[in-house]
């Protein structure tokens, strides 16, 4: 395992270096704004910049982190860096302080080929056998650094790519190599393959791979993707499936989704799989803070969902899905419904109810949101959460409750005030309270200022969750384009 | 650390002074449809302006703005209007896109981008992210977020863009 080569040395690094490497990366930016300005004007560029600072008073603690995206494209050329700055990072970052050139890469495409050497993000299928991704808001960047090819054909797309891939703290892991091939002999019908190979430290030489199709019609589609692992005989033998349909009558839709994971987290350091969880991904707070933590060595489960119109401008839908591991063990199980309705005119309705029960407690959900349009540009909206609780082991019961109260004029900026309240015993604090201001300036600036309290909480996305603390104080988000 | 926060500051003023420069060309890509059909935006120039939206069946701005967009299409249809709904749902929630859209009866031309890479390529942070190209693949005028009126300026910068295109058309355009 190596640390990256071109990145941050850690905590350790001379502030006064800092402060110039900065200082060189400013420049550096604006003199390649300045030369894709007044040079050619075939050279042409993209960036972004993400600031988020906060101050947190009950801990007497400032988080300063910063992302810096940018790219340079010259006729079928791309070159492109990001800079970070994590000065600290926030604590359920993995992440260690410091700053640099975090990703770097060189990208040529033309036509239907598309090479890139350096850092970048991929998936094969459904994420069975890969999926590097980055999930900022819960600080989660498994990177790859390498290169990748991918070509695209009216009857194949072909991916090939190698590299280092990154765990949450920045190590990177061993070399890999991976690939996927897509077969499409008509629209309707697609399968492959992809495949893995690396090696684990702890392992020696691994593989692994799945085969899928895909059916599509105007009815419905269908989705299946089987994988196996290549261990060492003395390793368990691991093996994932996951299916997933549509079927569409007139305007009713119908969703299943399966997934039976045996054996199969694949990591060592990082985890190169990110598997479909078959859970619903909620909309509202309350809900989505009881989202299971995914675990690919045992867990099998499905989800039924189905949605319909039922009158005009509204949509209803029902929905169930259930997780357990091999000893039968409920993991997790879901009940949810939901309205969306527009009426009258200018007024926007959604409730949702939702049973939700997993290996600590149960809960009973209770939502609405109301949207009110003011006048052409100003809007209203409410929204009001309720969730009961009922503790398996001590039957101990209490509720939470979430509020927020947001008044926006479009496109410019939104004040929100947002309370939670609790009953629970245990908790340290009842009640939660902030206010937040979005602005949008110049079309290139997204601002928001927070400032206030908010309740520690389970923050999950795609299966992967983190412990976000307590926090009372005050925090800003920056986020330009150029 | 205070200086970081200054130098970097700096760097966010960039955008200000660069505001012109969005009349750079979009980024191309090749993404597939619902039906597993890639679409190339290379190839698609040309028929007229092209709305491109980033969002999630997860994301609810994303969902309130995908109804007013609907109403959007349907009002520039006939100027050869393209709306790209480009759904950044991941492998999780991938599934319930087809769906999604099948129960609302969106015209648009659905695209996955399950694991954001287009996304990134335009730069874009979080959904919704909306970006408005001219028919030759220029970007023209791109907002982040939504709030209820947003398709409101979204309409006068599609008319401005048919105006140009159709400069004998001496229909009203409204100022913004």
């Known amino acids: ?482 | 650390m205070r200086r970081c926060i200054v130098l970097f500051l700096l760097i966010c003023t960039v955008g200000a002074f660069t505001q012109e420069t969005m009349n750079n060309a979009a980024p191309d890509f090749v993404l597939p449809d619902l039906k597993g059909n890639n679409y190339k935006l290379s190839e698609n120039l040309n028929q007229g302006p092209i709305l491109i939206n980033f969002w999630a069946t997860w994301c609810v701005p994303c969902r309130e703005e995908m109804k007013k967009l609907k109403d959007v299409y349907e009002k520039f249809e006939g100027d050869g209007l393209q709306i790209l709904a480009i759904s950044i749902d991941d492998p999780k929630s991938v599934s319930r896109v087809r769906s999604f859209i099948n129960t609302r009866k969106y015209p648009f031309i659905v695209l996955l981008d399950t694991n954001s890479e287009v996304m990134q390529l335009f730069q874009a942070e979080n959904p919704p992210y909306t970006a408005l190209l001219n028919s030759e693949g220029i970007i023209f005028y791109t907002h982040s977020g939504y709030r209820k009126g947003d398709e409101k300026i979204l309409e006068d910068k599609i008319a401005m863009l048919v105006q140009t295109k159709n400069p004998d058309d001496k229909s009203e355009i409204k100022d913004e």
């Open chain 1, 1 to 482: 395992m190596n640390r990256r080569p071109f990145d941050r040395s850690g905590s350790g690094m001379n502030p006064s270096k800092t402060g110039y490497a900065s200082i060189s990366f400013i420049f550096i930016l604006f003199l390649l704004v300045v030369l894709s300005e007044k040079g050619n004007s075939q050279l042409k560029y993209l960036g972004n910049n993400y600031l988020e600072y906060s101050v947190d008073d009950k801990t007497d603690r400032r988080f300063f982190e910063n992302w810096t995206e940018f790219s340079l494209s010259y006729q079928n050329w791309r070159l492109g860096f990001q800079y970070e700055i994590h000065l600290p990072p926030q604590p359920f970052s993995l992440d260690t302080a410091g700053q640099g050139i975090y990703q770097r890469y060189l990208e040529y495409h033309t036509g239907d080929l598309n090479v890139r050497v350096g850092n970048f993000y991929t998936i094969l299928g459904r994420g069975l056998v890969l999926r590097s991704f980055e999930e900022r808001i819960i600080r989660w960047d498994t990177n790859i650094d390498g290169i990748k090819f991918d070509y695209y054909h009216s009857l194949f797309d072909l991916k090939l790519l190698g590299g280092r891939a990154r765990d949450r703290s920045g190590v990177r892991q061993n070399v890999f190599q991976a690939g996927e091939l897509r077969l499409k002999p008509v629209s309707q019908i697609h399968f492959g393959g992809s495949f893995l190979v690396t090696e684990f430290n702890a392992l020696g030489n691994v593989s692994w791979g799945s085969g899928f199709s895909q059916i599509n019609h105007p009815y419905g589609d269908v989705y299946v993707e089987y994988a196996l692992k290549n261990f060492p005989d003395q390793y368990p033998e691991g093996h994932a499936l996951y299916a997933a349909s549509n079927l569409f009558v007139g305007s009713l839709s119908l969703l299943v989704e399966f997934k039976e994971y045996e054996q199969f987290k694949l990591e060592e350091g990082v985890t190169y799989n990110n598997p479909p969880t078959a859970v619903r991904e909620h909309l509202y707070t309350l809900l989505n803070r009881i989202q299971p933590q995914q675990n690919t060595n045992a867990e099998t489960g499905y989800l039924l969902q189905g949605s319909y119109p039922v009158l005009e401008n509204s949509v209803a839908t029902l929905s169930y899905s259930w997780t357990e591991n091999p000893d039968d063990l409920l993991l997790y199980e879901e009940y949810y419904g939901q309205m969306e309705l527009d009426y009258p005119e200018d007024w926007e309705w959604v409730w949702a109810f939702g049973q939700q029960k997993d290996l600590v407690a149960r809960y009973l959900n209770f939502v609405n949101s109301t949207s009110l349009n003011v006048s052409e540009y100003y809007s209203l909206k409410f929204i009001y959460e309720h969730q009961h609780a009922k503790v398996h082991a001590t039957n101990r019961q209490y509720y939470d409750q979430v509020a927020s109260l947001g008044f926006s004029h479009a496109p410019n900026w939104t004040i929100s005030l947002l309370a939670e309240r609790t009953t629970d015993q245990i908790s340290d604090q009842d009640f939660w309270m902030g206010a937040q201001l979005d602005i949008n300036l110049f079309q290139n600036y997204d601002l928001t200022i927070f400032g206030g309290q908010r309740r520690k909480g389970k923050l999950c996305l795609g299966g992967n969750c983190v412990l976000r603390p307590e926090f009372e104080g005050v925090e800003v988000i920056l986020i330009n384009r150029f």
